[in-house]
């Protein structure tokens, strides 16, 4: 499933622990490994990777303890570039650049 602005938190939330759930699976951890290199309960863990919770910081354990610390900076980035912001950027300074700089009408002030 993708996730995009159109789905519900909620459906988000029951994705990225069914993702978690795959990735645990794969790097060979069982749930009460994977809580304790995390420093989580495994309570915790069994909400997560059922969508019931949402703490931002027991995410970012997980991810540290799974050696994924670069998905949280892909997250949200330091540096975003969008071609449209680029343009929106271009376009203001144009706007704030005197258009008659350079050219000289004779009625200047000396």
Same mark, same amino acid.
């Given at each position: 499933?993708?996730?995009?602005?159109?789905?519900?938190?909620?459906?988000? %939330?029951?994705? !990225? &622990?069914?993702?978690? =759930?795959?990735?645990?699976?794969?790097?060979?951890?069982?749930?009460?490994?994977? #809580? $304790?290199?995390?420093?989580?309960?495994?309570?915790?863990?069994?909400?997560?990777?059922?969508?019931?919770?949402?703490?931002?910081?027991?995410?970012?354990?997980? %991810?540290?303890? !799974? &050696?994924?610390?670069? =998905?949280?900076?892909?997250?949200?980035?330091?540096?975003?570039?969008?071609?449209? #912001? $680029?343009?929106?950027?271009?376009?203001?300074?144009?706007?704030?650049?005197?258009?008659?700089?350079?050219?000289?009408?004779?009625?200047?002030?000396?």
């Amino acid at each position: 499933m993708k996730i995009d602005e159109l789905v519900p938190e909620s459906e988000t %939330l029951n994705e !990225l &622990g069914r993702r978690l =759930a795959r990735v645990r699976k794969q790097q060979g951890f069982t749930q009460t490994a994977l #809580a $304790e290199e995390a420093g989580i309960g495994v309570a915790t863990l069994r909400r997560i990777e059922g969508g019931q919770d949402s703490q931002l910081e027991s995410w970012l354990k997980l %991810l540290k303890a !799974l &050696g994924m610390a670069s =998905a949280i900076d892909a997250l949200l980035p330091e540096t975003f570039s969008s071609p449209m #912001a $680029e343009v929106r950027d271009a376009a203001r300074r144009k706007r704030s650049r005197p258009s008659s700089a350079g050219i000289v009408w004779g009625d200047e002030a000396e």
